[in-house]
Nanobody, 118 residues
């Protein structure tokens, strides 16, 4: 069974930076596309960034140039480096693991709160 545990959220002023981490436990880490999603109050969950085991990444337009996703396959961990944070980045950030060949193999972490406020 796959489990995802996020860490690194918190409060930051506009323009600041945070790095989120998501530790994957279970088997087959390299068979998963790892991603970060976020959900703000009253809004739908949206994809922020995704990365394949080979390192190919996809970022939402709203975060391009500010956020970077990376993964350490040896540590089974995915990171989201968030720079130049804006008020609109305030949300719960959730880690996602999606199996590349088995659609039911989708897992979510419990989420970590990111608050951008002055």
């Amino acid at each position: 069974q796959v489990q995802l545990v996020e860490s690194g959220g918190g409060w930051v002023q506009p323009g600041g930076s945070l790095r989120l981490s998501c530790a994957f436990s279970g088997s087959g880490y390299s068979h998963y596309i790892m991603g970060w999603y976020r959900q703000a109050p009253g809004k739908q969950r949206e994809m922020v960034a995704r990365i394949s085991s080979g390192g190919s990444s996809d970022l939402a337009d709203s975060v391009k140039g500010r956020f970077t996703i990376s993964r350490d396959n040896a540590k089974s961990t995915v990171y989201l480096q968030m720079n130049s944070l804006k008020y609109d980045d305030t949300a719960i950030y959730l880690c996602n693991a999606a199996h590349i060949a088995w659609s039911p193999g989708t897992y979510w972490g419990q989420g970590t709160q990111v608050t951008v406020s002055s």
